[in-house]
């Protein structure tokens, strides 16, 4: 902006004024050649005009595109966002909400040795492997973190495609369970850490009998850790209550900078 302006107050002979447009438009940054050609098409700029050369309506134009293109917002670099909570709080509903309606996002996929549940597919909501499959990963060095919930199952994040998405400049959504997150963030210190709180404690203990997919015995012992696991929030750098699995969807991708595709 400081190049046209100074070139528009000044002399016609000065060096901001005999500037080429194209050479303007490939100074700013991500601009090439291509699109340079096109965006002065687009002006309606001749490739041989000059910054001082151009007629009011086309100072008028160039000058609006170069504002747009100030006032754009800054692109977020990659970030890895670790999502947790209790059990039953609802962190698989919102990664699925959110795998299903913004596909900017890279959804982590973890590992386990559990059964699949009803409507679980492999590879899309966990990739269910063998007690033997999931030792080979871990000592081959392939888990980012692996941890064993409610003393009966291990879960893990195989590291590989997490590195590939956040090379590819993908923000990437992990959901975990607590001792994973804090095994991530002893690893990647950069990651963002969000803890998924339910809107009261009676809402949690009703949609952990609700699902129905665990016995009696089972579910008590489950509260019993949701107690401890919540009393970890503060660990944690933001916190969503998931009340309505839309909105608490909303709030995780905002964290990431990714745009809404609804």
Avoid: C
């Amino acid at each position: 902006m400081d190049v046209v302006e100074s070139a528009w107050a000044g002399s016609p002979t000065a060096p901001e004024a005999t500037l080429r447009v194209r050479e303007l438009l490939t100074s700013v940054p991500s601009v090439g050649p291509t699109r340079a050609a096109r965006v002065m098409a687009q002006l309606e700029i001749a490739e041989s005009k000059r910054v001082g050369g151009l007629g009011i309506r086309q100072r008028k134009r160039l000058h609006d595109w170069l504002v747009r293109r100030e006032n754009r917002p800054e692109v977020t670099p990659s970030r890895l966002v670790v999502l947790a909570g209790p059990t039953a709080v609802g962190k698989g509903t919102v990664s699925t909400f959110i795998r299903e309606n913004y596909p900017d996002v890279h959804l982590s996929v973890s590992a386990t040795t559990r059964s699949p549940r009803p409507g679980e597919v492999d590879g899309v909501n966990y990739i269910f492997v063998t007690d033997e499959e999931f030792d080979r990963l871990e000592k081959s060095g392939q888990m980012l973190e692996t941890a064993t919930v409610h003393n009966a199952f291990r879960y893990g994040t195989p590291r590989a495609p997490i590195d590939a998405a956040l090379a590819e400049g993908k923000s990437v959504l992990l959901e975990i369970d607590l001792q994973g997150a804090r095994s991530v963030r002893k690893a990647m210190p950069e990651a963002v850490l969000v803890f998924l709180l339910p809107p009261t404690w009676e809402e949690l203990v009703r949609r952990l009998i609700g699902r129905g997919t665990e016995e009696s015995a089972e579910q008590q012992r489950r509260l019993e850790t949701a107690k401890v696991e919540l009393a970890a929030q503060d660990e944690f750098d933001h916190k969503v209550v998931n009340e309505e699995v839309s909105q608490a969807a909303r709030e995780v991708v905002d964290l990431m900078a990714i745009p809404s595709n609804t």
